[in-house]
């Protein structure tokens, strides 16, 4: 069964950095590609970042490019999602979601969560 | 970047009736790369619909995707208590993936 846990999230002030977790099981993590999709509180989903399973290609939305990088833990089977310089426009629920194998398929497991709060 | 846009943005009806939710692109897509997720409240979102039209694993079957190019549509053929929720298109066919803003389903 394919199981997808986020941690990592919490409270921190406008230009701090976090660092996410997403550690995967129930699946061959090196094949399948993987993103995090974010929701901010009382709002809709907003994609975040995608990566490929062979590390080759990372993809990011404008709102993140260039404070945010998504990696992979092969020896952990951990997605991780490293967030600097962040805003208050930042804060909501940050969801890891497993993808198919290629780039153009869907998210088909979905972690629960884990809460980023950007606030002084 | 290609914008979804859905309709109506809240659809109020009563258990037995039918559901169609409407998710229009601003750019033509490829069918492969269209999805539709549902939300319950506290939960996470859940794959309903991929490649426009194949349910994912474990879905009923009152639930159909249709459509093509940048016209797609979710229907729930009749409603259960536990359909009422909130549903999200999705296209990832080429970066930035993008979402609709959603369609809540509510009891009327």
């Known amino acids: 069964e394919v199981h997808l846990v986020e941690s990592g999230g919490g409270l921190v002030q406008p230009g701090g950095s976090l660092r996410l977790s997403c550690a995967a099981s129930g699946f061959s993590f090196n094949t399948y590609v993987m993103s995090w999709v974010r929701q901010p509180p009382g709002q809709g989903l907003e994609w975040v970042s995608t990566?490929?399973?062979?590390?080759?290609?990372?993809f990011y939305a404008d709102s993140v490019k260039g404070r945010f990088v998504i990696l992979r833990d092969y020896s952990k089977n951990t997605l991780i999602l490293q967030m600097n310089s962040l805003r208050v426009e930042d804060t909501a629920l940050y969801y890891c979601?497993?993808?198919?194998?290629?780039?153009?398929?869907?998210?088909?497991?979905w972690g629960q969560g884990t809460l980023v709060t950007v606030s002084s | 970047e290609s914008v979804l846009t859905q309709s109506p943005g809240t659809l109020s009806l009563s258990p037995g009736e039918r559901a169609t939710l409407s998710c229009r692109a601003s750019q033509s897509l490829n069918s492969r790369a269209l999805a539709w997720y549902q939300q319950k409240p506290g939960q996470a979102p859940r794959l309903l619909i991929y490649g426009a039209s194949s349910r994912a694993t474990g879905i009923p079957d009152r639930f159909s995707g249709s459509g093509s190019g940048t016209e797609f549509t979710l229907t729930i053929s009749r409603l259960e208590p536990e359909d009422f929720a909130v549903y999200y298109c999705?296209?990832?066919?080429?970066?930035?993936?993008?979402f609709g803003q959603g369609t809540k389903v509510e009891i009327k």
């Open positions: 979601a497993k993808g198919g194998r290629q780039m153009d398929e869907e998210l088909d497991y």
């Open positions: 990566i490929s399973s062979t590390d080759a290609s990372a």
């Open positions: 999705q296209q990832n066919g080429r970066p930035p993936w993008t």
